[in-house]
């Protein structure tokens, strides 16, 4: 249904929704999905949160995951899946795009555009992939003062933790400072790149009661996992962040070859969403029918059009 009409738009907050989300025992799944029409094919696909991530939105910008894009840029996108989807969506905040203030008004746009939850990590700009090498962490304390000012900020908004320690610090590290992150207001903890069982198992162990999240990117240091895996494991919440960058980038330079190559798309035809089907995806003939509706009741049959 179109979300124009007013009727339609959920009541609560999305972050109150989110938190409802995760009073259920299974594991909320999270794919990616940071444009409209992604967020559109996930709901139909019958997702109920969605995923936002940094990397992707960059990607798609042309630029590598460096923490090169602004608060601006990711509302943009923010809005858009929000409006399309109504559904609750964890947006990726990177390192908050600054210090505490940065964070701060990060939190109240993110709130603004429609966002249900949000993680900040615990790097350095220029901030990495949390699954590559070379991450430079913050000062613990440096993120616990950044997890305050979110808190202090949000209203709504669900706050995830990240840290990028385990690489660094070993198990002991990150525990210390998710418990850190936890007291400064945090409402989850995103373990990031873990690479064992073993690894995910222990985390979870040691952090009773707490919700955590699972990242299940692909090409990283995260062996396969599926989302029951990482249930029974103890975690609360699972993303496939760039999975559908990945395979949308995939199907573009195929469809950009076989033109260059056939001087046209007709082989790639098959490969193609149709006109009919897209228009479904995007409810085109709803909103269609719903402007036609909407000139009768503003100008009754019979009333002179042209006074
Ligand atoms: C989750 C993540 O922060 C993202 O931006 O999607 C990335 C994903 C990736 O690069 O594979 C991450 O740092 O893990
Ligand atoms: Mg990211």
Not at 54 to 60: Q, R
Not at 97 to 123: C, I, K, P, T
Not at 176 to 204: C, N, Q, S, V
């Amino acid at each position: 249904m179109p979300y124009v009409i007013a009727d339609d738009l959920p009541e609560a907050p999305a972050g109150q929704r989110f938190r409802a989300l995760l009073e259920r025992p299974q594991i909320l799944r999270m794919p990616g999905a940071h444009l409209g029409i992604a967020a559109l094919l996930a709901k139909q696909a019958g997702f109920e949160a969605l995923y936002m991530s940094g990397a992707a939105m960059s990607a798609t910008m042309g630029l590598p995951d460096l923490g090169m894009i602004t608060v601006d840029d990711v509302s943009w996108h923010i809005r858009q899946v929000a409006r399309a989807s109504a559904l609750p969506v964890l947006v990726d905040g990177d390192t908050g795009y600054g210090e505490a203030l940065n964070v701060m008004h990060m939190v109240r746009s993110f709130e603004e555009a429609g966002a249900a939850a949000v993680h900040l990590e615990d790097q350095l700009l220029p901030k990495k992939c949390g699954h590559l090498n070379d991450k430079k962490l913050a000062d613990a304390r440096d993120m616990a003062a950044k997890v305050a000012a979110a808190r202090k900020a949000r209203r709504h908004l669900y706050l995830i933790a990240r840290t990028d320690a385990a690489a660094s610090e070993g198990m002991d590290g990150a525990v210390a400072r998710a418990k850190l992150y936890l007291e400064a207001g945090a409402d989850a903890i995103f373990p990031e790149a873990l690479t064992t069982r073993e690894m995910f198992e222990e985390f979870a162990r040691r952090m009773p009661g707490v919700k955590l999240l699972a990242n299940m990117t692909e090409f990283g240091r995260t062996p396969f996992f599926t989302a029951e895996e990482f249930e029974a494991m103890g975690y609360s919440m699972v993303i496939w962040p760039v999975s559908q960058l990945r395979v949308a980038a995939r199907g573009m330079e195929e469809l950009y070859a076989a033109i260059a190559r056939d001087g046209g798309t007709h082989k790639m035809i098959n490969r193609m969403q149709t006109r009919a089907e897209l228009y479904e995806t995007i409810g085109y003939h709803d909103y269609e029918s719903l402007d036609s509706t909407l000139v009768k009741t503003i100008v009754p049959e019979g009333m002179p059009q042209d006074r």
